[in-house]
């Protein structure tokens, strides 16, 4: 499968997109990232981009926090978008990467005089955590990095070493996931992923002002919960322990999708199964997702040409 990548300002085969060794985002984390999914849908023989507006407006927003100025609009990103995936042509999950960064070639820790620029590739994608079996999580040793020092709200690249850390402490550990607590010992969110906990047949999830990326995911969730099922979620602050007692819980992400949490720290949730709402929601989400939803259809893009039909 030919692979390409947008790349200054054009698009180029995946392996002619090369950066210079002393590109300053290399060096110093200073770049912003998106994930995006797209989603085959094999009756349509389709590929559905999820939620690719919401994503670059969410870029648009990481590029204001590192003053790193986007040549492209939130349209324009979206058809660069849908044209690299068209280009790529793969019938498969696939994740989008697009990436804002610090390009001038410079040694020197700083935001302001420097160019910017943009690139953005695809790569086949499966599963990235365990969405049927439910996963096994820890509390991190790692804090969640704060607001005044790193902005969490924001996908900095540089941010990503604290969610390394975590991700890896885990592993090391034998657990799947990391969940990781506030300076103050509050859930924050996963290495990579936001928290949900099923509380009195309500959804709780850690509000902004807890560190977390204001996932699109997260989004998704509570507006299926209270849509599709009826379920409202509280946003609070939620402590450690809550966790243990939780009757479910659940991450949330592009990458992880909604994955179950059947143990944290080695103490079973639930039943130590994938919960009865969060089976739910995750029927729900599936569908969604691939744009076998109607209703949600808005949500998605199609990113692959339709054959001609006479
Ligand atoms: C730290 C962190 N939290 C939460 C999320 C979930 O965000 P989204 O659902 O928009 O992918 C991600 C993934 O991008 C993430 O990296």
Redesign the pocket.
Known sequence: MPEYAFFEGKFVPLQEAKLGVMTHALHYGTACF??I?GNWNAEEEQLYLF?LE??FR?LHDSCRVLTIKLAHSVEELCRITVNLVEMCGFREDVYVRPLAYKSTQAVGVRLHDLDDDFLAFVTPFGNYLDVEAGIKCCISSWRRIDDNVIP?RA?VAG??VN?ALAKTEAHENGFDEAIMLTQEGHVS??????VFIVQDGRLVTPPASDN?????????VITLARNELGVETVERSIDRTELYIADECFL?????HLSPVISVDRRPIGEGGVGRLTSALQRLYFEVIKGKSGKYLDWCTAARKRPVTA
């Open positions: 998106e994930g999914r939620r919401d994503h969410r969490a996908k941010l990503y969610s969110e996963g290495s990579g992923e936001n977390i990326l204001l996932g699109i995911t997260r989004d998704t949330t992400g592009t990458a992880a």
